[in-house]
């Protein structure tokens, strides 16, 4: 209703949100979107595209896109059983109805437009109450946008829509900076002061150019009566009328420029020159005004909201890539906020077939995402046909058929890559030529605008002056004209009270009227007699008006002649702009297409080395295999010359041993003969000892018979020496040949020996090739498995596989409080509350129905945001980022597991998961619900088999056991991922 | 290997294309960048590339304001200088003011940085530039130095995060201090000698319901991750046993375990107590942290404030620096103590000193800073620099050098590259060792 009073009320503004009807309108069809998309995706091959994801995950999938939660097992049997022609399509009908694809969108015009910023001058319920207004009637985004940037400021019931201004505090640059990024996909921040040093397609003059719509908009405060009627204060985002101001470049400093409005891609706007005393519209009747100057006749923006339309194609282009995002998880456009050439879309084709089922659309967000939903490109999962042919080593083994023309294609497609960048590239240059051309000439006549500027600011400040004159001429004018009025007045009442007092005279010298009618003329003659002297004042104050505003109409055509000089300048520096603005466009494009062909030829490259690489790896390890052979075969020599060794050794023992053991009997036979000498000598002494005692001895037979005695032994002993002896000569001959024998034994045992060492020598090297083998080959499955990840990254890029994300925080927490049955309570609940107010009669319709349902469930989630703000607080990216990043941090963790409430949602209450799990009693069907009912698919084997056997131990822990299996589920990398 | 096997192509990865693109498709990909912006999933390789150390900082916010004349850089007998004398400190030549005996006998591993002119005389105004380096716009966010150490500096496998702030209230959001790093290098408010939100496990639990639901969350992971490993998932998983950890070293965050000799030697007082908090916090291996010291803002009664406030400080900074030196954690430890701003050399009706942010002083010690220095000087009434003025831009770039990071270098963040400290500003070599 709110927006029906300022549409009445301010009905000039055309872009005021026009009141329709809450039916949706009858939408152009933009039917054949999705099969334009596939076909447009469809320039790769087969075994490039992702395999199709499996029913229960892209319900998931389009679930959290469309309604921000997961389904439930419920949904998920009702999707499974549904067998009929046409499904999908029903189910993303289905899904669209449901109240939460409206909240859903809510969610997505908040964070979009307002990047997380706080409830600053705005309260979260007015904001939510414009926003679901807009999901709700089915508006058109563009007419939203448009209706946000105007932000009408003089009704403070309406400042729910000046919140995309008032929330980022009313500051120009940083509006300025968002304006950008939000509605034209492009973060100029860095094109203030200078252009934008690494993105050459950001000129300063587009910042400044969008800085110009919002540099006369400001914070004020305006009155207004709250609801007990009391006065308060409210900050409003008002705009007043002004110029441009000079810029200079901190890079080119003393080049001064002057910027009108400019939205991205377009030429400058200028406004028709107003006097400065006719800028302003008459007072509106609202009575918010007090000290607020009113609205401007020239809007800025309104001049901005004005072009924020389909013919727009940056703007388009933005939002359409945008919708994309929001159902594939990345822009076509990556960062969205990086629209420019060195960044060029996945596919420019897309793009533009996506923006232009937009604008068929006429800008209906629900029939877009619907179209999108449909394509096959929407229900990709995340592996690739090729890699049916990786093997669990993760390396490529397709038949060499296959992979023949797997590399005949690639080598195909970069060869023409490279001779077409080659060839764009020249043609770049050329547009580079003429577009610098174009600036030169532009910037030649801007100077000339700039100059005229500055006279016209000049006659403007004289004519402020001659103004400010004026109007003090007309004030003096006005008070000495009022006063002599008040007495030409005062002396008409006079006389008519005298003919009063005259006639109510009872007697005609009644002496009490008498002297009052005396009176009464007395003062009017006075009064008389004061009369040509005001009446003179008059005269004068009206001629010095007239000398004032004569001075201030001549003014006024000095100014009106500066003015006059600049229109035919500004129609020229038009014209240039215009010529300059198509140059530009052509040598963006040129420069887009020319980086599209070398992402192209990257891409494509990264898959072919990722072949080689495969290919290196196979071939190493063949080479492995090989040297492992040859290991082999060493190992076999080594252990035969290893076995000559030991023969050979052996042998020369035994040899050895002979010689030692010969040596024994050398060394006796030898000591034989000592004893043998030595008994000799010891007979000869005796023998002697004998001889010199001969005279002494007193009987000579005697003597004779010892000394032959001792003769025959000597004797007898000489023989036995000589024997010996002769024995002896004969071992020591015998020792030289068991020498020699010793002496070969050796020689054969070293050439042994050696022929062993050699073949230790030749296994080390074989081991050292090996394991040289082995580490290139590991280094190489580092760059392929390096290589495969580039790769999976580009093919998510070309929207050719499901992206990696995260569920926002939103996401996560919604699915959670349904997941749950937290939800569903508090739905139940509101349900009651509303009832007690008034339950729905029979004779309810259709309509009306629908509208209950909606607001109980909004009533339910509004009691429920509390949550909504830890999760947010907890997972999201800070305030005015372009999108949520995937982070995850220890306290994140800390409160899934200790905070308390996510447990405790994950225990039976109600008819939730958890309760209906209780009541279950064959565990493989508790596995199942599990399952379906938080991650939409069926366990496998395995997890089947945990889940029964947690069950078969569980014994009087069931109801922890399930409460803990609930928790760990909603705790897991499956559910904070997408499927 | 050193690469995860992921299935599909992973964050990292992504990264390197960001960077490979830059490369390929524009011309000008100058200056050293090091990847940042997804701080969750930088791996143990990048963590090699960004130059991690075993360094750490830690910040004194004198809340309010302090006094340059009744600390750093007395002028006794000048018109300006109030009424307390300068003293000896244990360096020659160094004179500060009386208030500080026992950081005076500290001197010799201090840096005075005498010469500062931040122009910028609004407290948050001034904060947000000492702390960020930056001079605050409304178009452009920039993280705090707190969230800077804890990317570059600190060891994600700790199980503590790397960014403290510890205030006398506490208080469990997190603040926006990361700017485009990330939430996650955002700091972890303990509210005085607090541990962090959410670090203990439910009561109603026992020892095994506790072991066995996260035995349960491990293996239901796990045949998920069979299928879908990624550095999302890894980062995911991760932080779980992040928290577990946490849960563990959760005596960390607890004074009390402090040995009572140490509570008296700091001061049984508010500050004394974060400093032996951020004593403890330090040596378990948390990068950064900042103790807050409020009540600076003295406007009326200026010399008063400052005996008592300044006294309070001098016992537990001193014995904060000694400690610190003795335990070896000094050469890795980078301590500053700064404010918004100093105040006036004029002394207002009040017995006052206003806002002034001309000339005044901050101390850095430790890490790579010069010891015993005195690093820039201000005329007779203190009003003016006239030797070595050093802003805060000089000053965040010396932060980062101090403790061994480049802060020329810049991030690669949402695929835009930004300068990690204000290219228009140097590090002030001359005070790093």
Partial sequence: ?979 | MRYANYACGSVEHRLSRRRFLQQASTAAAAGSAVVGGLGALTSGAAAKELGRNDMRVVVFNMHGGLSQLESWDPKPGAKTGGPFRAIPTSVPGIHISELLPKTAQQMHHLCLLRGVNTAEDDHGKGAYMMLTGRRQTPSAEYPQIGAVAAKMLHDDNSGLPGHIVVTPGGGGGRGNEAAYLGPKFSSIHLGGDKPPQHSVKPESFNEDAERRRHEFRRRINQEFLSQRRSAITDAYTHSFEQALRLMERRDVFDVSKEPERDQERYGKHELGRQCLMARRLLENGVSFVQVTHANYDTHNDNFNFHIEQVGEFDMAFSTFVADLFERGLLERTLVVVMSEFGRTPHINLYYGRDHWSKAWSIVMAGAKVARGAAFGQTNADGTEVIDGQVDHGQIFHTYLQAVGVDSTQSLIVDGREVPMADPAAEPIWKVLA
Avoid at chain 1, 47 to 62: K, S
Wanted: aromatic letters at 6%; hydrophobic letters at 40%.
């Fill in chain 1, 1 to 979: 209703m709110l927006l029906a009073i300022c549409f009445v009320v301010f009905a000039f503004r055309a872009t005021a949100l026009s009141q329709t009807n809450p039916e949706p309108a009858t939408h152009t069809p933009i039917a054949g979107l999705a099969q334009r998309i596939d076909a447009i995706l469809a320039n790769d091959p087969e075994w490039l595209l992702g395999d199709r994801l499996p029913d229960g995950l892209l319900l998931r999938r389009l679930s959290l896109d469309l309604r921000n939660v997961v389904p439930t097992s419920e949904e998920l049997e009702a999707f499974y059983a549904d067998s009929a022609e046409g499904r999908w399509a029903r189910w993303i009908e289905r899904f669209q109805r449901d109240p939460l694809a409206a909240e859903r969108l809510v969610d997505w015009y908040d964070k979009t437009l307002m990047q997380r910023r706080p409830f600053q001058h705005v309260d979260r319920a007015s904001w939510l109450r414009l926003l679901r207004t807009v999901v709700d009637q089915r508006k058109p985004l563009d007419e939203l946008i448009r209706y946000l940037v105007t932000s009408v400021w003089w009704n403070p019931s309406q400042r729910a829509e000046q919140r995309f201004f008032l929330d980022r505090g009313g500051d120009p640059h940083a509006i300025a900076r968002d304006l950008g990024r939000v509605l034209f996909g492009r973060d100029m921040q860095c094109a203030q002061c200078h252009d934008h040093p690494q993105i050459d397609d950001y000129l300063q003059i587009d910042y400044h150019g969008l800085f110009a719509f919002v540099s006369a908009s400001s914070i004020a405060e305006g009155t207004t009566k709250d609801e007990q009627g009391a006065e308060k204060k409210v900050p409003l985002y008002i705009e007043r009328a002004a110029g441009d101001a000079p810029i200079e470049s901190v890079f080119d400093k003393g080049v001064k420029f002057r910027s009108a409005t400019r939205v991205p891609g377009q030429p400058e706007q200028f406004e028709p020159y107003l006097a400065p005393d006719l800028r302003y519209q008459d007072p509106p009747k609202a009575d918010a005004l007090a000290g607020i100057a009113p609205p401007p006749k020239a809007s800025r923006r309104e001049a901005l909201a004005s072009q924020l339309v389909s013919t727009n194609r940056a703007f388009a282009e933005n939002w359409a890539n945008r919708l994309w995002a929001l159902m594939f998880g990345r822009g076509i456009v990556h960062p969205l906020d990086m629209h420019h050439s060195d960044n060029p879309p996945s596919n420019p084709e897309l793009l533009s077939a996506i923006t232009d089922a937009l604008i068929a659309s006429q800008w209906d967000v629900p029939a877009v995402l619907a179209e999108l939903a449909k394509s096959q490109a929407y229900q990709r999962g995340h592996r690739l046909p090729m890699d049916s042919y990786v093997n669990e080593q993760g390396v490529l083994q397709a038949p060499s058929e296959v992979l023949t023309s797997w590399t005949d294609m690639l080598q195909n497609r970069t060869t023409a890559a490279k001779a077409e960048h080659a060839r764009l590239i020249e043609v770049q240059d050329a547009k580079k030529m003429v577009m610098d051309d174009a600036r030169t000439q532009w910037r030649a006549i801007q100077s000339e605008r700039t100059a005229l500027r500055a006279e016209l600011d000049a006659a403007e400040a004289s004519f402020q002056e001659s103004h400010k004159k004026f109007t003090e001429a007309q004030n003096a004018l006005n008070q000495a004209s009022a006063a002599e009025q008040a007495t030409v007045s005062k002396i008409g009442l006079l006389g008519e009270a005298a003919q009063k007092l005259e006639q109510a005279k009872s007697s005609p010298d009644d002496p009490e009227l008498s002297a009052a009618v005396a009176a009464a003329k007395a003062r009017s003659e006075q009064l008389k007699a004061a009369l040509p002297a005001q009446q003179q004042a008059t005269v004068a104050a009206t001629t010095t008006r007239d000398a004032a505003n004569a001075t201030r109409e001549g003014e006024r055509t000095k100014w009106q002649s500066v003015v006059d000089k600049l229109t035919p300048v500004e129609q020229r520096l038009l014209d240039a702009d215009r010529r300059f603005a198509q140059a530009r466009k052509e040598h963006d494009t040129s420069r887009t297409e020319a980086n599209l062909q070398l992402r192209l030829i990257a891409q494509t490259e990264r898959i072919q080395r990722w072949i080689q690489l495969s290919t290196d790896v196979i071939n190493k390890r063949l080479q492995v295999q090989q040297i492992e052979q040859e290991q082999a075969d060493i190992a076999v020599q080594l252990a035969s010359l290893q076995q000559q060794l030991e023969t050979a050794q052996k042998q020369l023992d035994g040899s050895q041993q002979t010689l030692t053991q010969f040596d024994q009997l050398l060394s006796t036979a030898s000591s034989n003969i000592s004893a043998i000498e030595s008994e000799m000598e010891q007979l000869r002494k005796t023998k002697q000892a004998l001889v010199d005692s001969a005279s002494l001895i007193i009987d000579p037979a005697v003597f004779t018979a010892a000394t032959s005695e001792l003769d025959r032994a000597l004797e007898v002993r000489s023989t036995k020496l000589t024997e010996a002896k002769s024995n002896l000569a004969g071992m020591t001959q015998q020792r030289i040949a068991l020498m020699a024998d010793v002496d070969s034994s050796t020689m054969l045992r070293d050439q042994a020996m050696k022929r062993h060492q050699d073949g230790s020598m030749q296994r080390d090297s074989i081991d050292a090739r090996r394991n040289q083998c082995l580490s290139e080959m590991s280094a190489l499955t580092e760059k392929r498995v390096e290589t495969r990840g580039l790769i999976g990254a580009d093919r998510q890029m070309q929207h050719a596989t499901a992206v990696d994300r995260p569920l926002s925080p939103e996401q996560l927490a919604w699915s959670i409080l349904r997941s749950t049955g937290v939800l569903h309570s508090y739905i139940a609940n509101e349900q009651v509350e509303l009832n007690k107010a008034g339950e729905l009669g029979p004779d309810a319709t259709e309509q009306q129905k629908q509208a209950r349902e909606k607001q109980v469930l909004r009533g339910a989630m509004d009691k429920l945001q509390g949550y909504i703000d830890i999760f947010s607080n907890l997972y999201a990216s800070g305030v005015g980022q372009t999108s949520d990043d995937f982070f995850a941090s220890p306290d994140q963790a800390l409160y899934v597991a200790n905070g308390g409430a996510v447990f405790s949602w994950s225990g039976p209450n109600g008819s939730n998961i958890a309760s209906q799990l209780l009541q279950m009693n064959d565990p493989q069907s508790v596995a199942t619900k599990l399952y379906e009912g938080l991650l939409s698919r069926t366990p496998t084997a395995l997890e089947q088999q945990f889940i029964v056997e947690q069950y078969a131990t569980a014994g009087d822990h069931r109801q922890s056991v399930i409460q803990e299996l609930v928790w760990s589920i909603l705790a897991g990398a499956e559910y904070r991922l997408y499927p």
